[in-house]
């Protein structure tokens, strides 16, 4: 897969989350991470911790779930994370993908790994838990958005 292929593959999903009343929103599903609030946000704060890596930082705070009263919010915060991450795949060749990239995780320990599979990791543990995300969704009765890349790419990437 070629650095301009990345572009995009991640993104959408957040966008196509139905509304949820408030209270189903935040209710403790007893997933990993309790509730679709939750889970949105903590894939937020993965995906945009990995982009702030790329770029040569590691940040060390946490995105607060309260700091995301509904769907909305945590779309606005998606569509950031979506457009600057477009931008820096963008930047890339096929040779940056061969890259080193170094950072330090939370615990202030020094990682290293070529860009590539940071790249996977991010969309791996992405999936992961747009999954658990549709499986509250179906508790709670609502239809699920699509979670296929294909039909992403179908229906234009939106």
Not at 44 to 56: F, K, N, S, V, Y
Not at 112 to 120: A, F, G
Request: one cysteine or more; hydrophobic letters at 40%.
């Amino acid at each position: 897969m070629d650095a301009l292929a990345l572009a995009g593959v991640a993104a959408g999903f957040a966008w196509r989350v139905p509304a949820q009343r408030a209270t189903n929103f935040v209710r403790d599903l007893k997933s990993s991470h309790g509730s679709i609030r939750d889970t949105l946000t903590h894939i937020l704060w993965a995906e945009d911790i990995w982009l702030e890596r790329w770029r040569g930082r590691s940040p060390t705070l946490v995105l607060v779930p309260a700091d995301f009263p509904d769907v909305d919010s945590l779309r606005e915060g998606f569509g950031r994370v979506d457009r600057e991450r477009a931008a820096f795949l963008g930047t890339l060749t096929d040779h940056s993908l061969l890259q080193i990239v170094g950072y330090q995780n939370l615990k202030g320990e020094p990682w290293r790994y070529p860009l590539w599979q940071q790249l996977h990791q991010v969309l791996n543990h992405s999936a992961h838990h747009r999954g658990q995300v549709s499986a509250m969704l179906r508790q709670l009765g609502a239809t699920c958005p699509a979670t296929d890349l294909l039909v992403y790419h179908d229906e234009g990437g939106r």
